[in-house]
């Protein structure tokens, strides 16, 4: 059982930041929180969903190549959270993300969080 609840969405003006946060709750996380593989992917309407970046429990991160620079993963095991700052956004960030939870072979997925950059 895994449960994944996002925050921090919104509307911002190009160029701008914000800071996403997942927390992350059920007993997989109460017992395995440390080795459970977490990210953040995004989707936009009409696009299939995508990989925003991944971090691993020893800290090891992946970006996809349009957010390296500009966005940053962590993650606090200890609060069972994980966090993306995003900075520098631009309008093609605009989407829906979403926290990630890699549980052996299976992904559970938060509800979203919208995020819009204006122009």
């Known amino acids: 059982q895994v449960q994944l609840v996002e925050s921090g969405g919104g509307l911002v003006h190009a160029g701008g930041s914000l800071r996403l946060s997942c927390a992350a709750s059920?007993?997989?996380?109460?017992?395995?929180?440390?080795?459970?593989?977490m990210g953040w992917y995004r989707q936009a309407p009409g696009k299939q969903r995508e990989l925003v970046a991944t971090?691993?429990?020893?800290?090891?991160?992946n970006y996809a190549d349009s957010v390296k620079g500009r966005f940053t993963i962590s993650r606090d095991n200890a609060k069972k959270m994980v966090y993306l700052q995003m900075n520098s956004l631009k309008s093609e960030d605009t989407a829906v993300y979403y926290c990630?939870?890699?549980?052996?072979?299976?992904?559970?997925w938060g509800q979203g969080t919208q995020v819009t950059v204006s122009t």
């Open positions: 971090i691993t429990s020893g800290g090891s991160t």
């Open positions: 990630n939870a890699l549980v052996r072979t299976t992904y559970y």
């Open positions: 059920g007993s997989i996380f109460s017992i395995f929180s440390i080795n459970i593989m």
